[in-house]
C-alpha cells in the first residue's frame, strides 16, 4: 500500500516526494538509477511519462516499493467505485491456507465440478473481469486446499493442479492491481502447488509467473537467469515438439524479450523476439494452454510492446502498422496492445491517436484499463496538455478518478 501522501498524484511528482524524502538531488538520484539528469528533471515535472523500466530502477535506487512510485492499489471513494478491491482481503485469507486445511461450512465439490469452476475463472482472468474473479477466487481456493489435504493418489494430484490455476489467477488479479505483497504469497503458492501437480509443465508454467517478481523489483538480470534457466530446462527434456508445451516455450521466450526490453538491452529483446517468431511459426496458430496465450497474434502484440519498452515510438508504430488483432485475442492481452501503442502515440506528439487507443483499451478491457499505471499515466499527460478537453477524455479521466488531482473542467 502506498502510503506517501500524494494521493492521485502522477508518477513524475512521486518520484520527486520520494527523491526529497531520500535528501537526494536529481543529479544522485540519476546517479543511482543510472540514467540522465535530464530524464529525471522531466518525469518529475510530467514532460516525459516514467516508464515501468524507470518506476522499477528507482524504486530500487531509494528503497520503495514500485506502488509507493505508481500509487496503487486505486481505490475509489464509494462503494461502486471501489468494488474491484472490496475481496482482496477475502483473498488474502484464503492465500493464508497450504500446509493447513481451512474450515469449510459445507463439503467441497468433486473434482469435475472444481475443473469447470477453474476454466470460469480463467475466462474472468482473460476478459480482465476482476471484480468477478475477487467474488469467485476466494471460495474457489480455500476449497482446492481443502480438498488437496482429504485426497491421495492421483485424484490428489489432479487437485493440486487445479490449484495451482487458481493460484495463477489470484496472482495475475491482484499483480494488475497493484498488491505486490499479495502477489509473491500467490506465486510462492502457485509454485507449491504445482510441485504437487502430476504435471511436468507446470512447473515452466510457475517460473513464468514467478518472473513477474523479478519484472515489478526491476530485478531484470535474476529474470532473465530464471527464464533461460526454464528455457534449458524444456529444451533438455526434448519437450518442445508437441504443441501444448511449446506455447509455454515461446511464452518463456516473450516474456525474457520484455524483461531485457526493461534492462535496455535492445539486441539481446529483439533476439529473445526472433526466437519466438520462429517458435509461433511452428504452431502456426494462436493457443491457448495454461492460460497463457501464445502464438502469431502474441508475438505481433509483443513486437510493439518491446519497442515501447526500448522507449522507440516510431518503431512500436511502424509495427503495429502491419497486424490487425483477431477478434479471438484475450481482452486482457488486446486492451495491453492499445495501452502500449497510446504510449507510442503520446511520445510521437500524436494527442488524438493516443487518446483514440486508450479508449478502445476501455472499451475491450474497462477493469483493466482503468486500474493500468500506464494508462492512468498517459490520461493524466493528456490532461496536462490539453488547453481544451474534449469530453471523451474528460469522460475516461473522471472514470479512472483523476479529477481530484487535475482539473478537468475546463472546456
Known amino acids: 500500500m502506498h502510503d506517501i501522501g500524494l494521493d492521485d498524484e502522477p508518477i513524475g511528482a512521486r518520484i520527486a516526494h520520494v527523491r526529497k524524502l531520500r535528501g537526494l538531488t536529481q543529479n544522485e538520484l540519476a546517479q543511482r538509477v543510472p540514467c540522465s539528469k535530464s530524464l529525471i528533471a522531466q518525469v518529475e515535472r510530467g514532460h516525459k511519462p516514467a516508464t515501468p523500466a524507470l518506476v522499477a530502477a528507482v524504486a530500487r535506487a531509494v528503497n520503495v516499493d514500485v506502488t509507493e512510485l505508481t500509487g496503487q492499489p486505486y481505490r475509489g471513494r ?31 465439490r468433486g473434482l469435475d465440478d472444481l475443473e469447470t469452476e477453474v476454466m470460469r475463472v480463467n475466462k474472468f482472468r482473460q476478459a480482465a473481469q476482476y471484480v468477478e474473479l475477487g467474488t469467485t477466487l476466494p471460495g474457489l481456493i480455500q476449497e ?26 489470484a496472482d ?3 499483480y494488475k492491481l497493484g498488491y505486490l ?36 523489483t526491476g530485478a531484470w538480470d535474476g529474470g532473465l537467469r530464471l527464464l533461460d534457466r526454464t528455457r534449458q530446462q524444456l529444451e533438455e527434456g526434448q519437450r518442445t515438439s508437441d504443441s501444448t508445451t511449446l506455447s509455454v516455450y515461446g511464452t518463456v521466450q ?16 529483439w533476439a529473445y523476439m526472433q526466437e519466438a517468431d520462429e517458435t509461433a511459426k511452428r504452431l502456426r496458430r494462436d493457443t491457448n494452454d495454461y492460460g497463457l496465450f501464445f502464438g502469431p497474434s502474441n508475438v505481433a502484440i509483443h513486437d510493439v510492446a518491446v519497442a515501447v519498452e526500448l522507449g522507440d515510438a516510431d518503431e512500436a508504430i511502424r509495427r503495429s502498422s502491419s497486424f490487425t488483432l483477431a477478434a479471438s485475442v484475450p481482452a486482457e492481452r488486446a486492451s495491453h496492445h492499445y495501452i ?26 474497462p477493469q483493466r484499463t482503468r486500474y493500468h499505471p500506464m494508462a492512468r499515466e498517459t490520461v493524466g499527460r493528456l490532461l496536462d496538455v490539453q488547453r481544451r478537453i474534449p469530453e471523451n477524455l474528460r469522460g475516461v479521466a473522471t472514470r479512472m478518478g483523476l479529477g481530484r488531482s487535475r482539473s478537468i473542467t475546463r472546456s
Open 78 to 108: 464509494t462503494a461502486r467505485t471501489d468494488r474491484i478491491h472490496a475481496t482482496v482481503s477475502e483473498l488474502r485469507q484464503a492465500l493464508v491456507y497450504g500446509d493447513v486445511p481451512p474450515d469449510l461450512e459445507t463439503p467441497p
Open 144 to 169: 482446492l486446499t481443502y480438498t488437496v489435504h482429504i485426497l491421495n493418489g492421483p485424484e490428489r494430484a489432479r487437485a493440486f493442479g487445479l490449484l495451482s490455476h487458481a493460484y495463477s489467477a
Open 172 to 174: 495475475s488479479m491482484v
Open 181 to 216: 505483497d499479495l502477489f509473491h504469497v500467490a506465486v510462492h503458492r502457485m509454485t507449491w502447488a504445482a510441485e504437487q501437480a502430476d504435471d511436468p509443465t507446470l512447473r515452466p508454467v510457475s517460473d513464468v509467473r514467478r518472473s513477474m517478481a523479478f519484472m515489478a
Open 254 to 269: 516473450l516474456r525474457a524479450a520484455i524483461m531485457a526490453a526493461r534492462a535496455n538491452r535492445s539486441s539481446a529483446a
Open 340 to 365: 502500449d501503442l497510446s504510449r507510442a502515440w503520446l511520445w510521437a506528439g500524436k494527442r488524438d491517436r493516443a487518446l483514440s487507443c486508450v479508449l478502445r483499451a476501455e472499451a475491450i478491457a
